[in-house]
């Protein structure tokens, strides 16, 4: 077993890469065959863990099994536990090719008789422990092959995102928006339906950068300040963001987004852009 790899959003250069050999294969291909038995067995042990630690249940994914077969296929056929293989994608990217939306995601990998004693080793070693247990996911994918009395597995885990339309990006943000400024006893800002930043937000997907090429909204409509950043969870706003919407300066706001795949965000990202306009002295 390896200690679990943990993949952030454009962190995954920090992917925890141990490749220790287990055995070395023959040079020719061994048979091996899916056992989604102990696949299920294992999704049903990792939600036992959670619960006795207070922690809810997680989804079953397809695209994360999908993706955990496939690395644990490549396992069994070398004979090798490891997270990644030479000219194999790593783990972000793998999840990413197969359409999931997500901002976190982590790995457990390891080779074991069974389940049982897969999932009881898992527990036994921090790292592994950690992705199990790990509070923020809410999606788990399990791939086990059998070779012989050897069962591979990989387990990957994450926190899925859901699949927004640009307006329902911008709807929450000016949800949030509204919701701050309330907690804050301020009065509403009236919303301004400019395509300026939503045009700035779609150049910014396409540049795959959130630096300006030009200003977000026209000068004329007075003093303004322009807020932009890329987000996989649209429901979660940025700290400059917060505290903009929670001071008296603002009277009304614009916001545009836009949704798109990039290098930097192979798993997707909706780009946002936000223009407060302040009154004119």
């Known amino acids: 077993m390896h200690p679990g790899a943990r993949s952030w959003p454009k962190r995954a250069a920090l992917l925890a890469l141990l490749p220790a050999l287990l055995a070395v294969g023959s040079g020719?291909?061994?048979a091996w065959?899916?056992?989604?038995?102990a696949?299920?067995?294992?999704?049903?042990?990792?939600?036992?863990?959670?619960?006795?630690?207070?922690?809810?249940?997680?989804d079953l994914s397809t695209e994360l099994r999908d993706a955990a077969r496939a690395h644990a296929v490549?396992?069994?056929?070398?004979?090798?536990?490891?997270?990644?293989?030479?000219?194999?994608?790593?783990?972000?990217?793998?999840?990413?090719?197969?359409?999931?939306?997500?901002?976190?995601?982590?790995?457990?990998?390891?080779?074991?008789?069974?389940?049982?004693?897969?999932?009881?080793?898992?527990?036994?070693?921090?790292?592994?422990?950690?992705?199990?247990l790990e509070a923020r996911v809410n999606a788990v994918g399990v791939g086990a092959v059998r070779v012989g009395d050897d069962l591979f597995v990989t387990e990957n885990f994450a926190h899925v995102v859901p699949d927004y339309?640009?307006?329902?990006v911008e709807k929450l943000v000016a949800r949030g928006i509204a919701e701050l400024?309330?907690?804050?006893?301020?009065?509403?800002?009236?919303?301004?339906?400019?395509?300026?930043?939503?045009?700035?937000?779609?150049?910014?997907?396409?540049?795959?950068?959130?630096?300006?090429?030009?200003?977000?909204?026209?000068?004329?409509?007075?003093?303004?300040?322009?807020?932009?950043?890329?987000?996989?969870d649209p429901a979660l706003l940025p700290e400059a963001l917060r505290q903009m919407a929670a001071t008296k300066r603002p009277e009304s706001f614009s916001v545009g987004a836009c949704s798109a795949r990039t290098a930097s965000y192979p798993a997707g990202a909706y780009w946002v852009v936000v223009v407060f306009y302040f009154p004119q002295k």
Do not use: W
């Open 181 to 232: 400024r309330e907690q804050a006893r301020l009065p509403s800002l009236s919303r301004s339906d400019s395509r300026s930043p939503r045009e700035q937000a779609c150049d910014m997907a396409r540049r795959d950068s959130v630096r300006f090429t030009r200003q977000a909204a026209p000068r004329q409509a007075g003093t303004l300040r322009t807020i932009a950043y890329a987000t996989a």
């Open 28 to 30: 020719r291909e061994r």
């Open 74 to 132: 490549e396992m069994a056929k070398r004979a090798q536990v490891t997270h990644r293989f030479p000219q194999e994608a790593g783990l972000r990217p793998r999840v990413a090719a197969t359409g999931l939306g997500f901002d976190f995601v982590a790995e457990n990998v390891g080779r074991a008789g069974d389940a049982e004693l897969m999932h009881e080793g898992f527990l036994r070693s921090p790292g592994h422990r950690e992705n199990i």
């Open 33 to 37: 065959t899916l056992d989604s038995g």
């Open 165 to 168: 339309e640009p307006k329902q």
């Open 39 to 58: 696949e299920h067995e294992l999704v049903e042990r990792i939600n036992h863990s959670r619960k006795r630690s207070g922690l809810p249940k997680l």
